[in-house]
């Protein structure tokens, strides 16, 4: 059973950071893919950074030099370190694998105040 489990969400004020984790289980997390997404209240889930199984990485423009995305094979563990967070950066992040086929996590609630 593959299981994606966020944590590290939680409230911060604007211009403040969070750090949010993704431990998987139930796949060879080495070969696969890793993304997180969002979604604010009232709009589509969007890509925010993705790393290959190759540890390659790409990020949304909203979020380059802000966010960054790594990842820990040993500990099956992908992480998103956020900084110069703003009330736009509101919203659940989820975390996913994919390769040939596609999994989320249930979600981890990021709010910015200003």
């Known amino acids: 059973q593959v299981q994606l489990v966020e944590s590290g969400g939680g409230s911060v004020q604007a211009g403040g950071s969070l750090r949010l984790s993704c431990a998987a289980s139930?796949?060879?997390?080495?070969?696969?893919?890793m993304a997180w997404y969002r979604q604010a209240p009232g709009k589509q889930r969007e890509l925010v950074a993705r790393i290959t199984s190759g540890s390659s990485t790409n990020y949304a423009d909203f979020v380059k030099g802000r966010f960054t995305i790594s990842r820990d094979n040993a500990k099956k563990m992908v992480t998103l370190q956020m900084s110069s967070l703003g009330p736009e950066d509101t919203g659940v992040y989820y975390c996913?694998?994919?390769?040939?086929?596609?999994?989320w996590g249930q979600g981890t609630q990021v709010t910015v105040s200003s």
């Open positions: 139930g796949i060879i997390f080495s070969a696969f893919n």
């Open positions: 996913t694998a994919f390769r040939t086929n596609q999994y």
